[in-house]
């Protein structure tokens, strides 16, 4: 069972990687008819439904994985990764540590706690968790990055050629390649380094063009949830705040 559900989900991904979502879609909707309890079906064609831009589906699909096997931490991981694409933050961090108490010291969902911390302005513990999430494993780029990001870009020389050398011995994914690319290059643009600012912010742009299609779908579906994140009583929240900062 879990062979067959993985050759179809294979096959919705190349069909995905091809930008043919409907095709996609329509391998996910016969395997779930054929595989309505494997949670490793559930948890892969969650991300169908993601990268389709049907995030209700996502959503329900793997809060469905995690229902039939509350045990594995993979689902827990899964689901919080598919609520950070649902800008639902709070939700997500609730599905990560649900993760870790299952398997602690996960470096994959510490780094995805961590930037979700930071977007939420929690920054000591965005910095707590990149921190102990190198600490497991050195090579976690968006960790690197948003150590980074929480320092306004100010990185010591030493860091800074450590990170070029990451990103020049090769080894690691395209997607990371493109997070170090983007933060280096707003690290030299901080220093006023802007040659070397541009070089890395093109590196980054060329790999991210290569590796990931433009799905229409997937950017109304995602404007959409921006609008309802970003309201008008969170900017009316807000404004009293920027107000009192500015007294």
Same mark, same amino acid.
């Given at each position: 069972?879990?062979?067959?559900?993985?050759?179809?989900?294979g096959?919705?991904? &190349?069909?995905?990687?091809?930008?043919?979502?409907?095709?996609?879609?329509?391998?996910?909707?016969?395997g779930?008819?054929?595989f309505?309890?494997?949670?490793?079906?559930?948890?892969?064609?969650?991300?169908?439904?993601?990268?389709?831009?049907?995030?209700?589906?996502?959503?329900?699909?793997?809060e469905?994985?995690?229902e039939?096997?509350?045990?594995?931490?993979?689902?827990?991981?899964?689901?919080?990764s598919?609520?950070?694409?649902?800008?639902?933050?709070?939700?997500?961090?609730?599905a990560?540590?649900?993760?870790?108490?299952?398997?602690?010291?996960?470096?994959?969902?510490?780094?995805?706690?961590?930037?979700?911390?930071?977007?939420?302005?929690?920054?000591?513990?965005?910095?707590?968790?990149?921190?102990e999430?190198?600490?497991?494993?050195?090579?976690?780029?968006?960790?690197?990055?948003?150590?980074?990001?929480?320092?306004?870009?100010?990185?010591p020389?030493?860091?800074?050629?450590?990170?070029?050398?990451?990103?020049?011995?090769?080894?690691?994914?395209?997607p990371?390649?493109?997070?170090?690319?983007?933060?280096?290059?707003?690290?030299?643009d901080?220093?006023?380094?802007f040659?070397?600012a541009f070089?890395?912010?093109?590196?980054?742009?060329?790999?991210?063009?290569? &590796?990931?299609?433009?799905?229409?779908?997937?950017?109304?579906?995602?404007?959409?949830? &921006?609008?309802?994140?970003?309201?008008?009583?969170?900017?009316?929240? &807000?404004?009293?705040?920027?107000?009192?900062d500015?007294?």
């Open positions: 069972d879990s062979q067959n559900a993985g050759a179809l989900l096959l919705a991904t &190349i069909e995905m990687r091809n930008n043919r979502t409907n095709d996609a879609l329509r391998l996910v909707e016969e779930l008819k054929v309505p309890c494997s949670d490793t079906f559930l948890r892969l064609a969650s991300h169908v439904y993601e990268k389709a831009g049907s995030y209700r589906k996502a959503v329900a699909t793997a469905r994985a995690t039939i096997n509350p045990a594995n931490p993979l689902a827990w991981a899964n689901l919080g598919i609520f950070i694409s649902c800008l639902k933050p709070e939700e997500a961090l609730k990560f540590e649900a993760s870790l108490a299952r398997k602690p010291g996960q470096p994959n969902v510490l780094q995805a706690m961590a930037g979700t911390h930071s977007n939420l302005g929690n920054r000591e513990e965005s910095k707590r968790l990149f921190e999430c190198l600490k497991l494993n050195h090579s976690m780029a968006h960790a690197h990055a948003g150590l980074l990001r929480l320092a306004s870009f100010s990185c020389n030493e860091k800074l050629a450590m990170l070029e050398s990451m990103i020049e011995k090769g080894g690691l994914p395209a990371d390649r493109a997070v170090l690319h983007f933060a280096l290059a707003r690290v030299y901080a220093r006023q380094s040659e070397e070089k890395h912010l093109a590196r980054g742009n060329e790999i991210e063009n290569r &590796i990931r299609p433009f799905v229409g779908e997937q950017v109304r579906q995602q404007h959409e949830l &921006i609008k309802l994140a970003f309201d008008r009583a969170l900017f009316e929240r &807000i404004e009293p705040e920027a107000d009192q500015t007294t």
